[in-house]
């Protein structure tokens, strides 16, 4: 899993999954795998999803690069305390689903508890060579 600033500001944690090093075969699959995994979590909430290829596809200048072939984001909250009203600036948690022809990309943004990008890097690892 590879840590980086995107657009010098935003700090991301990124894994690129071959098609060959998952049995996963569509967007879909993944995002049904990450609703199970919020749904099994004691804290965690499903909030929906969002069909950002298609979003953008309806636009009328909407942009999509090349190779892109489905873009969904998964949507939920790990939030277990409201200590002040900053916090929800923050919240909630989404993960991006990126398929290309080759190959899965899966992002999200780093979130302010340790706890809950463990456990978002820990379900994102566990797609690739899930053979």
């Excluded at 990309?105 to 899930?130: Q, R, Y």
Aim: aromatic residues 10%.
């Amino acid at each position: 899993m590879q840590q980086m600033i995107l657009q010098e500001k935003y700090p991301v944690f990124i894994l690129d999954i071959d098609k060959n090093e998952t049995h996963y075969k569509t967007t879909n699959e993944i995002i049904k795998f990450f609703k199970n995994k919020i749904d099994s979590h004691p804290i965690c909430t499903y909030i929906g999803e969002f069909d950002h290829y298609n979003h953008t596809k309806n636009l009328q200048n909407g942009e999509i690069a090349e190779g892109i072939k489905d873009c969904k984001i998964i949507i939920f909250c790990f939030g277990n305390k409201i200590l002040n009203g900053k916090i929800a600036a923050v919240r909630p948690r989404s993960i991006g689903v990126t398929e290309y022809e080759d190959k899965f990309e899966i992002a999200f943004l780093e979130a302010p508890a340790l706890i809950a990008n463990e456990v978002m890097e820990g379900w994102v690892k566990e797609l690739k060579n899930s053979l």
